[in-house]
């Protein structure tokens, strides 16, 4: 096991919470993508409930990990703040119709930023940094076609979200796997429980 996966990400036994959002993201995009005249306020429900689910995902991890593993308290803002905003839009649906396209920009954007975080840190430990360098530079892409016309056709709206959650949930996926414990971490870490 290498020490940034170790430190920076973790290793930990609910590793299944982070692949089965990723698995249920592939069929979701693909309904996206071929169901082009699916109306816009369904794709506003779909994603600020899923933006729900990524918060509980967090929480979930961040209350099985160590609070001394840095960036926990990231992900526990993290979870808190996705749960609390979608929770919150979802009570004004109309409002965040409006608002979504802005409001999934700064959320690609983020994510994208943290993913070429990520890839940076973990280059040198890490065989599939690459993966995470590719994952930061396609969503911030995704977010400059947001800002840049945020009320886009629908079609071209449904397709955005199509490609994001068919990668997205790729990208979990593989996520997923690397954060599953191998067994040897109690040989190479006995003082610590993974």
Known sequence: MDNINKFFWGKTKYWWTILLPGILLIPCGCWFLFSPTIGYFTITTVLLWMLILVGVVQLII?????RHTPGWGWWLAGGIIDIFIGFMMLGNIGFSAMILPYF???VFLY????SLISAFVSMAHHHTWWLYLI?????I????LFFISPFSAMVAIDLLIGISFIYWGISLIFWAFDLRPTGNEALLYPEEEV
Do not use: P, R, W
Not at 111 to 114: D, S, Y
Not at 141 to 144: E, L, V
């Open 141 to 144: 892409i995704i977010a400059a």
């Open 62 to 66: 961040t209350f099985n990990t160590s």
């Open 104 to 106: 999934f920009a700064f």
């Open 111 to 114: 994510k994208g930023v943290a």
């Open 135 to 139: 994952n930061g530079l396609l969503q």
